[in-house]
């Protein structure tokens, strides 16, 4: 309604209508579904190569001091580090392919799991711990009966944390260097002046996010239903 009576400067907002055309026009080009297939594409790999280091990773530094000592200094100083900043360091190294968006992408959903997976193990009850030593169990017992168990709450918030990144990575990596994707799409609109391109990118970029936070939501429902937690 503020579109149709002028309140609204066409220049940088678009109607519903000029989204929905704009949507209409993409898809029947085609382009609609092969950006939002290469998008997710591109997520699907950077999330797998950076949420398994960073779960290794994670896993090693939870349960062995020293190596946190070792390595997590350097992992901190490169997670204080923006996408955009080595986003032109790995496409010299790598070049303005694939290789380059999906380490961005990797880089970025490596943190949030390997944070997530430390502190979940190590805000396991010690008194846990030490109940399991009375019992006897052996140090594999230990860990794959009490503390990763225990440990799969702050993990799986991890994962949550871990796809949002990518998401995010995914636009940079796609604004910078890409001839297709959802990034692409809103750089187009923005070369172009196609405003309602944008938004298009915009309301695609939301939609899936809030559709993979949705999954991981329900998996933890079905993980976690054991626990009797506080529902509000």
Known sequence: MLYETGRLDANFFSSPT???????????????FRDIGISLWRVVCGFAIGGTLGLIFGLLSGFSRRTEMMIDPLFQLLRMTPSLAIAPLFILWFGFGETSK????????????????????????????EVSQVLAYSRFSQIAKLIVPSSVPSILLGVRLSL??????????????????????????QYNSRIDYIFVGIILFATAGKLVDSFVRYLERRLLGWRDNFKG
């Open 164 to 189: 949002a990144v990518a998401w995010l990575s995914v636009v940079v990596a796609e604004m910078i260097n890409s001839k297709s994707g959802i990034g692409y799409l809103i750089y187009f609109g």
């Open 102 to 129: 999906v380490l961005i992408i990797a880089v970025g959903a490596y943190f949030p799991i390997y944070v997530n997976t430390v502190l979940g193990i190590r805000n396991v009850d010690n008194k846990l711990v």
């Open 18 to 32: 000029d989204i929905a055309s704009a949507i209409g026009e993409l898809a029947r080009s085609g382009e609609l």
